[in-house]
């Protein structure tokens, strides 16, 4: 997570590095939730609750933007935050995490220091309070619109809900700087390679997209930048392979040159 100013909440991280541990499990019915698994998605808080006080978070604006991941790695030594985190609406935080069971270790938070005016400031003060802690975890429903509920040693709460994650098809995946593309319903792709803007056709079928030849508006932009149009129109061409998880979409030729695209 990029920061320049940080206020840490931890007194310090987890001695060793942060593990995906054995697995918790919560049964649904006749499905048995992996509390593990809440690391392959995103997550948007709803409310927090403290001394039996409900917090929501705020709809305009915050909604949009908040969002926590949570990613096991190796821990940095003597870092502030970690690759875990995210926002609820504000601020950005960044925490070491560690998943032992049904236990959701959280460390070594850390957070950038803008004013969050109202009842997104309130939310995120409430949101960091509990989250800063180990949290028994509690995941039901089904896949695609699941519910996870993270309960501090004080029996404070956090509800979070699963994102969803974009469709293919009518989302536009920036490429980078500029650049982006757009497979609609009829099987055309629009989009730019950074300077110049493109069109053409596009099959989604079993996995791969096809691509016509695409039309180009014919700019003259800096050297650099014309490389990486070069490089985009020639992996944006013919029989492509893609895999698209949550956010984002990873394109790769059969000579194995890929580029990763994220939902905008």
Known sequence: MKRTTYAKYAAAALAGTTVLAACGTETVGTRTQDVSTIADTSWVPQKVTVDGKDYVLPRKGAQRKAHIDFKPGT???DGDGGESGGSVGCNSIG????????????????MTLMGCPGAVGEFEEKFVGVFDNDLKARLVGPSGSRTLTLTSPQDDTITLREKKAPALKGTRWSLGENAYLTLTRNNTVTGSLGCNT?????TVKDGTIEFGRLATTRMMCSGPVMKTERELAEILSGKVSYQQKQGSLKITKASGESVTAHAE
Do not use: M, N, W
């Open 75 to 77: 821990a940095e030594p």
């Open 95 to 110: 925490v070491d995490v560690a998943i032992e069971g049904d236990t959701v270790r959280v460390s070594d938070l850390a």
């Open 198 to 202: 493109f069109k053409g056709r596009a």
